[in-house]
């Protein structure tokens, strides 16, 4: 079962194109001055169950061009959330994962947890590193601070280091 702090099934705001975004419940970052506050108690939100998920999703199919997993922190339920990546990724839908751990903590971390391995292996694209107030700029896409970056996470697992998006032709969805 995950955790969820909820859900908005058409994101323009969540990663490229149209998103169902889907928000996690917990979060040990607990930035200042993050925009989703409600998600930080690990207790909170509701359960919800992945097939049931996977099944409403589809249900939007037509209409939207992937699927967010935001925070809340996505890589403290890596194991519930592998299911429904892999459901994500099956459908032709590309997955995008906010994370306020850095790419090289998720890729540490992932040597001693298959699942946060898994995830980072379906998504798309990663945007990590933790929101900083003071380095706030509400002219980046997809992002609320300077400090976090947008990840090619395919080109990042080959080669074993963080690969900035470029924004340019390497959407799965679209290939």
């Known amino acids: 079962m995950l955790r969820l702090a909820g859900m908005h099934p058409d994101s323009i705001v969540d990663g490229p194109g149209i998103r169902f975004s889907i928000y996690v419940q917990g979060c040990p970052h607990r930035c200042p001055g993050c925009h989703n506050p409600e998600t930080h108690d690990p207790g909170g939100g509701y359960e919800a169950d992945s097939e049931e998920l996977s099944a409403l999703i589809g249900k939007y199919r037509p209409g939207i061009d992937g699927v967010t997993i935001s925070g809340g922190e996505p890589f403290e339920q890596a194991p519930a959330l592998?299911?429904?990546?892999?459901?994500?990724?099956?459908?032709?839908?590309?997955?995008?994962?906010?994370?306020?751990?850095?790419?090289?903590?998720?890729?540490?971390?992932?040597?001693?947890?298959?699942?946060?391995?898994?995830?980072?292996?379906?998504?798309?694209?990663?945007?990590?590193r933790p929101y900083l107030l003071e380095e706030r700029d509400l002219n980046l896409a997809f992002r609320g601070s300077r400090n976090q970056r947008l990840i090619d996470l395919k080109a990042s697992l080959a080669k074993g280091e963080a690969v900035e998006w470029t924004g340019s032709g390497n959407d799965p969805a679209r290939m």
């Open 82 to 128: 592998v299911p429904l990546a892999g459901k994500v990724v099956e459908e032709g839908l590309n997955l995008v994962l906010y994370s306020g751990y850095s790419f090289e903590e998720l890729l540490s971390k992932s040597r001693q947890d298959e699942n946060i391995h898994r995830l980072l292996e379906a998504g798309w694209l990663l945007v990590d």
